[in-house]
Structure formats: C-alpha cells, structure tokens
C-alpha cells in the first residue's frame, strides 16, 4: 500500500501535485536541485491548498496528508512507496535522477514519471527495476484537473499498474490506463493535434491569437467538455464526418518540425506565463490575477461537471 512518495522535481507540475496527494491523505516529501524552486513550491502550497477547499475536497484526518520540503535527495526518497519524477522532458536529465535514486531506494519502490510523453519504454533503460515503473502524467494545474494517464512501459509489471491505478481512485481522482506506450500516451497525442494546426492557422495569418482562442474555447472546449470526441461525432452524424474529412484532412498542418514563430519566440526566451511574454504579454499583477481567475473559473465548471454546481 502506498503511503509515502517522493516528488522530485518542484517546478510547474510539482506544487500542486505535492498539494492534491497531500489532500488525499499521502505523505509527500518535496525535493528539487534549485532552492528557489523549493522556496517557491513552498510558498504555492497555500494557494493550490484555497483552490482544494474551494473544490470541497475534505482534508484528511489529522497526522497524515503532510508535504515536507527536503534538498537531499537521500532524504526525500527514504523509506518512499512511490517516487514521482517531475524534472524537465529530457530524457537524459531524467536518467541522471534515475541513476541517482538507483542505489538509494529498495527494490520494491514505485518509480512514476510524469513525462508529457516520452515512452515508458525508452525511460525503462536507465533503472536497475524495470517492472517497478510507470507512466503517471499528470495534467496541469495538476490540484484542479482530475484526470491522470497510466502508462506501461514494454517492462512494466501489470501489478505496478494496478497499483497506481488504484491509488489514483483512492483519492478520489481519475485514472485512465493508456494501452499501448505511444509518444505523447494519448492526451498530449490529441491536444498536440490541435496546437499545430492553431500554431499553423495563427502563422499563415488566418486568424489573430485572440479570435483563435476565443473560436476553439467556446466553439470546441466548451461543449468537449461535456461531450467527449467520440460523442461528438454521434452528434454531429459519422455522414458529416465522412464528407467534411474527404477534403479537410489534407488540408490540415502535417508539419513534422516545430512552427517558426514558436521557434523565433523560444530563442528569445518568449516562453509564456514563467518569462512574462509568449504569443501574449503578461506583467506579474496581470498573471496573478489570470491564474486566480482561471482557478476560479475551472473550480466553477469542475463542480457543474461532477453534479455538484
Ligand atoms: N508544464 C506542463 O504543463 C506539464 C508538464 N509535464 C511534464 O512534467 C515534467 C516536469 O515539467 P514542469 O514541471 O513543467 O517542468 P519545470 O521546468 O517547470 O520544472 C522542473 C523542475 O525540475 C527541477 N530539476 C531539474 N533537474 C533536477 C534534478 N536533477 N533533480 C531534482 N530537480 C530537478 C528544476 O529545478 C525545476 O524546478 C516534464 O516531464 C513535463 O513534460 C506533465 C504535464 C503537464
Ligand atoms: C502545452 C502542453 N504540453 C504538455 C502538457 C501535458 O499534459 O503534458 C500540457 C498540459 O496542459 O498539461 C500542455 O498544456
């Protein structure tokens, strides 16, 4: 039974993760490389702690659910059920983890990597146990989005499946078992999908970064979220489907390197909300209040979703 994990790796992902496991009854050590990091996912922890309050889900009974903020490693994994790696998606930096916590845990600890989508298989390589470990990916913000991949890599035992699976709905959240170990699982498969042909259709000039979001988010994601692609093309009728796809499939992006413009705003550190200025602008009061607005926003819809509006 899983009780203990180690989070390693503080940055987007990891504060709130720390906060929803904690939540759920888990005791959760925190480590990252960079003392910021951990100075910064300490301070998060209130926030993400509002947002679960908000979401009504109930703290547990007192002495358990606790997050301790550690820069040993040797100390974060002690004694761990699970480890949950959560550094950058580059396979060699994830390896080095993997190498360092290698002699450091016992042969039955839980190794999950929340990798947007690098095969299980290929991170397999770089761990004396295999069978120990598993895809957890984790959408962001990881304390409001209840839906979690589980992916087996070519080496994984069924059991540590399971067993996260398991541990995902004992704390009230929903895992989805991916069945074969395809880049991007299947989530980031999807939305991948759509963020080139958007990146494409704002490229070519075909609409502005504005009016794209607001197409898709009240055209697309608002009634995919209640009506799942599968759904969808019941409701639209697999007729229409069939006509529209005759023609549009071929004009759709299947550029198979990354977009100029997002090349030419990475090269100058243009990354979005973490440097301030990415297809848009942000100053630090203008992202606090997006990202309030936003948690508020997705709490609201969660609660709709889950009958409880
Ligand atoms: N950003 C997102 O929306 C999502 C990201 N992911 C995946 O989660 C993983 C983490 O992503 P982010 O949190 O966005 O990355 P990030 O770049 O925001 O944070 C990574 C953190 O790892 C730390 N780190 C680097 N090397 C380390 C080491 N050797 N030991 C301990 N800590 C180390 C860094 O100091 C940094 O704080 C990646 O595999 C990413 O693809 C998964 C779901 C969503
Ligand atoms: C752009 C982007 N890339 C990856 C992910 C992920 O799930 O790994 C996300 C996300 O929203 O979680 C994302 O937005």
New binding site residues.
Partial sequence: MIQRIAI???????PGMAARLARGGLQVAA????P??IE??RSMLGVADSVLDALGIAPPQAGVGTVRFTDD?GDAVSGADLII??????IS??A??YR?IDSLIASDTIVA??????PITKLQEHISHPERMVGM????P?HIIPMIEVIAGEKTAPQTVTTIRDLIRSIGLLPVVVKKDVPGFVENRVLYALLREAVDLVERGVIDPEDLDTCVSWGIGYKIAVIGPMALLDMAGLDIYKSVSSFLNADLSNRDDVAPMVLEKTNASKFGI?SGEGMFSYTPEQTKALQGERARKLVAVRRILEGRG
């Fill in positions: 390693i790796g503080l940055g987007t992902m990891g480590y990252d490389v960079a910021v990091a910064r996912a490693l790696e959560n550094v950058p998606e580059n930096v994830k080095d983890v360092a990597s929340d990798t947007s989508g690098i990916h984790w959408s962001n990881p973490k």
